[in-house]
């Protein structure tokens, strides 16, 4: 089918990116599985991004687009309930729908939930379309099966924005074996309590040897940020079998300067994208002023983030601790963003030992935003489990950044 559009068989994609099951149907019923896929995709023929993954990256935006839009909801819900009547924040002021209208002052529950709600949502929809993909999160789901009512609320938020997400995919398979299939999960959205803290218990599957491909999600990095009304970001990456990242997508809610995300795929660069809509947005970030001058060693460095913020005593790229440090809140995954973006020279994480899903998804936008992200040895950062070792720290250059700076950040870097 795609031979008449792209030049290439697409019969080994869709086989090893979608589902396994399509080995089972006829030739008739697959050729019209596949001729739904390129028909009701548009976008993908005229703009393949991705090539073999233009499939997962294209779902793994949609994920966090739904995610993002659960964030915003409940946001501005908490700081409507926090605020006063002097404040000049009313629910009409809210560009979304209301549906947490409990939500009490200082009650960190929906913060809570909407972590549980994200990873429920997201492990199932992306369950459904690539099923033999695992799928890494940092909780389970034994907080909700002890405490009712915040399962309550985790289980009203992911219905809520997944709805729609599955009804072309569901109806598309049809004609897939009904095991296949999750019941009560089309237009509605999910449902199924059981079904969804299975979806959330989903992110401690250990690796099962088959070589199969993961999906790693953080569904809220900088719960302060979240909190406060400061940085945040949800961030998805899918890994091959070996840990090498091939996608990542980072949302951040409170944006305002980008699009407020971006995704990457391995060999295909960097692209921007709205909280809503499934094309990408022209976008390219303006050089900063500090690039324009190169810089020596003695004069003003340019600015550059660490993590944590207690190591700047010991990682000293410019001669002076805190010399051209900049502090932004909050966590790991803000700090990869600032850094693709080019808005800084560089980010080191200064820590041997990290958790998987607080940075698979930054080195691969760094990387694919024409910087580098690698260990202070300048080696490869790959993800095989759920805690991964570095050598001295993860460090990420932007690409305005010269070649001495990425040396200082490496040299101050090693142990």
Known sequence: ?????????????????????????????????LQYRISSSPHLLADPWGADLALEVA??????QRSMQLCNMLACEMAVVEGDATSGKTMDACDTTAGVSFIKPGDDTPVTAADF?????????????????????????????????????????????????????????????RNLMDEGQRSD?????????????????????????????????????????????????????????????????????APPIMAAVRGHGLR???????????YSPSQPTWAY?????????PPWLISP?????????????????????????????????????????????????DHACGLICVSESGGAATDAADDEVLFPERLFKVKGGVVCSSKYASPEVRQALLDAAKR
């Open 117 to 177: 709600a994200i990873q429920g949502m997201v492990s199932g929809l992306l369950h459904e379309q690539f099923p033999n993909d695992r799928f890494m999160g940092e909780e389970d789901a034994a907080d909700l099966r002890a405490d009712p009512e915040l399962c309550s609320l985790a289980l009203r938020l992911c219905s809520e924005f997944s709805k729609g997400a599955r009804t072309s995919s569901v109806d598309d398979n049809l004609d897939l074996p």
């Open 189 to 257: 959205g999910f449902t199924s309590r059981e079904g969804f803290l299975s979806a959330v218990d989903a992110g401690l599957e250990p690796p099962r040897g088959q070589g199969e491909r993961c999906w790693v999600l953080d569904p809220i990095d900088g719960t302060k940020g979240f909190m406060t009304g400061q940085g945040f970001v949800i961030g998805l990456a899918l890994l091959d079998a070996r840990g090498e990242a091939l996608i990542g997508v980072m949302g951040v809610p409170p944006e305002q300067e």
């Open 59 to 64: 779902a793994a935006v949609d994920a966090v």
């Open 272 to 282: 921007w994208f709205n909280a809503i809509g499934d094309t990408a947005v022209e």
């Open 293 to 301: 001058t190169p810089y020596t060693q003695g004069e003003q460095p």
């Open 1 to 33: 089918i795609r031979q008449g559009v792209r030049g290439a068989p697409m019969f080994g994609v869709v086989l090893i990116t979608g589902c396994a099951a399509y080995m089972t149907l006829p030739a008739g019923a697959l050729y019209r599985r």
């Open 309 to 357: 913020q207690k190591a700047s005593s010991e990682c000293v790229p410019f001669g002076q601790p805190c010399a051209g440090l900049q502090t932004i809140c909050c966590g790991a995954m803000i700090k990869y963003f600032e850094c693709a973006a080019g808005r800084v020279a560089g980010f080191v994480q200064y820590e041997e030992e990290l958790k998987t899903w």
